[in-house]
Each structure stands twice: as C-alpha cells, then as structure tokens.
C-alpha cells in the first residue's frame, strides 16, 4: 500500500518552487509503516523514514531510505542555513536572522508611569549587535515610530534576560537605559507596539527608523518579534496585522490590574509573535516569567474532522542528540495524513480552514492508525540550537467542511 504523494492537493501551495522532497513511508516491514496495526499500541511506531528523490540547491538529494532525524540534520538544515543567508526566510516569516524575543513589557503603573520597561530575552545570552527596538504609536498616522534604542555593543547576559528601563533605578535588574529614554511616561499606554527589528546591511542607525511605519521599514532591517498591546483599548487591526498577522492585541489590563501587572510571556521565549503565550501578572524584570518551558508552542487552526478537531502535539526538548517526537491524536481512524513542515508560518486560507505550514518544505505521507493516531519518534540533530520550525497535519476525512480536517499547528524552537 503506497500512500499517494500529494493526497491534499497542496501543488498550488508552492509559488515560489522552493523544492519539496517526495517522500513515502519505507521501512523493513512497508505494510507496517502504512497500515494500523493493534501491535503498536494503536501507534505509527516504526521509525519514520523516507524516499527521496529531489533536487535541492542544484544538489540531487540521495536515492535511499533516509530517517526523519537524517533529514533533519541534513537536507532541512542545508535548506534553513540557505534561507536565511539569502534573506528568504526572514521576508517570509517575519522571523529574522535572529532568536531574540520581546519577552515582557510594562506599559502602565499607579498615577506618573516611572517603572515602565521591555525585557528581552535569549537562552543563554548574547550578543544585541544589529538590533533595534522600535516603539510605535497607534493613535499616529500610519502607526509611525515615536522611539528606537540602538542596541549596538550591548549583550544579554548569560541568564538569558535583558532589561530596558529608565536611569532612575526603579526597575530592578535594570541592563540599558538609553539616552532617549525618558524617566517617566516613556512607554505608551496603548493602543501601541514594540518591535524588535534585526539589521541584515550592518548599517543602520537608529535615525534611519524616525518616523517609519511597521509596513514601511528602513532597507534592510528584518522584523524577529513584536506585541501590539493595549490597556482595555480597541484593537489596532492595522498594527497587529503588520506586526504580528494573525495574532491578536495583548490587553495589560485583562485581568483589571493595569497598574500593577505587565504583559509576560509565559514560559520565557518561545515562537517569535505568538500572541497565545502572553499572560497579565506581576512584574518580573531580569527574572523568568514562570511556567515550564517548552520548545513547542500551540498555534491554533484546527480544522474538524469525523471525530472533531485532530489534534497535534510534540515531546522532547529539541536539545542536539536528544529523542522527541511528533504526534496526531483525534484524527479519522486509518486515513491518508500528511505531516506538513515550514521554516515560516504563513497563514494561508486551505480546504475551507487556514493552513500554518506555507510554503511546505517537507511533504510526509502517512496513515492513521485504527484509532486515529500517528507517532513519529526521531533523534533532534546536534548543530541545530535557535533552528525554528513548523508542523501541521492534513488528514483526509469524509466528515470535514472539503474532505480534508487538519490538526492544530505547532511552533517548535529548538533551544
């Protein structure tokens, strides 16, 4: 039994031909791989692997049965690495040259606002060198800019965390405190955002961002995160769908303690402009924001199917050498599925629900088992830490809006 190689329909999904391996599930036992079995524990529990038979970067990828860790360490590295030297993967994703993430901003304290900061943060530390963070005013023509801090010669330290604030010290664990940065009222209450901006020329000067929007950016610079935020204001669809598309505002004031909380990401880091992981609670500058971390972060757009929404989850800590795994649970129960991965997350309208994982770098075939399961185990490739990654699963089914239900798309960080 052979899967078919493009049991979407997802061709139309490649305009820009960025190459996509063909792949089928080979394994000593082929009718395993393909076929649910009581065996396995209701599980695709044989290792994953697969036949390729494409050509990338001029270099035709190897006739042979290869294991899904292999072609991570392999052809989807080659083709992460190629990416982003050529600015590709930044300009479509959104996701920069960079793993730094706006991890924490506090926009609003009790009467005169002279404790606002923005925390940054990035697993054990480094360099600012080429980042800018830009702060935007919603209530201005075209959002524009209102202050950029040139990061330049400054390093997060090797805890991770890096704090923005005011010289007055009444922000604890205090990094940098511009020049431009006022002692009070600083940080606008909102609707607004802070961007992080990475420089790709090596030659930008925070003068170059005065005055810019966000869909207007000085040559160059590359977008690595933002939050558009407010306290109880109306949204700013304009900011949140250049800024983060697809996400929504972060309201400081949700839980009706404005002056008091910020807005945290919770675990620290994670998927750059994911707008789930913010959470109101009590200031942490220079400190974890709580919450276990994890390298996979839940990006929604489940589409149902016969046993309602498939659901998509993975194991491990995407540490070099270590197991994991990627699963499917809920699906339609011995069903042709597609495990679909992206080194971007573009939201693309896709059988009637909204497909992550564009454009598809990785196309694998697969099939349910009896109970509407997949589990593929894999080894993460040493080499790969800051390498991000997208997965969805497409699953053939009767019962969804266009005979197709897709699971949940996942976000993976490796740290």
Not at 172 to 187: A, I, L, M, Q, W
Not at 339 to 347: I, K, M, Y
Request: hydrophobic fraction near 35%; include cysteine; charge should be negative.
């Amino acid at each position: 039994m052979v899967a078919d190689r493009d049991p979407l329909g997802m061709g139309h999904l490649d305009p820009q031909r960025i190459p996509r391996a063909r792949e089928r599930p080979m394994c000593a036992d082929r009718e395993a791989c393909v076929r649910p079995s009581g065996a396995v524990g209701g599980h695709l529990d044989c290792s994953l692997a697969l036949r390729i038979g494409a050509t990338a970067f001029g270099e035709r990828l190897p006739e042979r049965p290869v294991h899904l860790s292999e072609f991570l360490q392999g052809p989807i590295m080659k083709l992460h690495t190629t990416l982003l030297s050529l600015g590709v993967l930044a300009s479509a994703s959104f996701a920069g040259g960079s793993d730094v993430r706006i991890n924490e901003v506090d926009a609003d304290q009790t009467s005169t606002d002279d404790a606002e900061f923005i925390e940054l943060f990035k697993a054990g530390g480094g360099s600012l060198d080429d980042h800018f963070v830009v702060l935007y005013n919603g209530n201005s023509t075209g959002d524009a800019e209102y202050a950029t801090y040139d990061l330049d010669t400054q390093s997060i330290p090797a805890d991770g965390f890096f704090v923005i604030g005011p010289s007055t010290g009444t922000v604890p664990n205090t990094d940098y405190s511009p020049s431009n940065f006022s002692d009070t009222n600083e940080v606008q209450n909102g609707a607004d955002a802070v961007a992080l901006w990475f420089d790709t020329t090596g030659t930008l000067a925070d003068s170059d961002f005065f005055g810019t929007t966000p869909d207007a950016p000085p040559a160059g610079a590359v977008l690595v995160d933002a939050i558009v935020y407010g306290t109880s204001d109306s949204e700013d669809t304009t900011l949140v769908g250049n800024l983060t598309p697809g996400g929504t505002q972060i309201d400081e004031n949700s839980n009706s303690n404005k002056d008091t909380e910020s807005s945290s990401r919770v675990p620290d880091g994670g998927a750059a402009f994911d707008t789930t992981v913010w959470a109101q609670q009590l200031p942490t500058p220079g400190a974890t924001n709580g919450g276990a971390v994890s390298p996979y972060t839940d990006l929604g757009c489940a589409l149902a199917g016969v046993s309602g929404d498939p659901v998509h989850s993975g194991t491990g800590t995407l540490d070099g050498g270590t197991a994991g795994s990627l699963e499917l649970t809920n699906a339609a129960p011995g069903a042709i599925a597609a495990l679909l991965v992206s080194l971007a997350n573009t939201p693309t309208p896709f059988k009637g629900g909204t497909l992550k994982t564009v454009p598809v770098v990785l196309n694998i075939s697969l099939v349910t088992s009896g109970s509407g399961d997949i589990s593929l185990p894999f080894t993460f490739p040493t080499g790969a830490s800051g390498l991000q990654f997208y997965t969805q699963f497409g699953i053939q089914d009767a019962a969804a809006v266009k005979n197709i239900a897709l699971s949940n798309a996942l976000g993976a960080l490796a740290p």
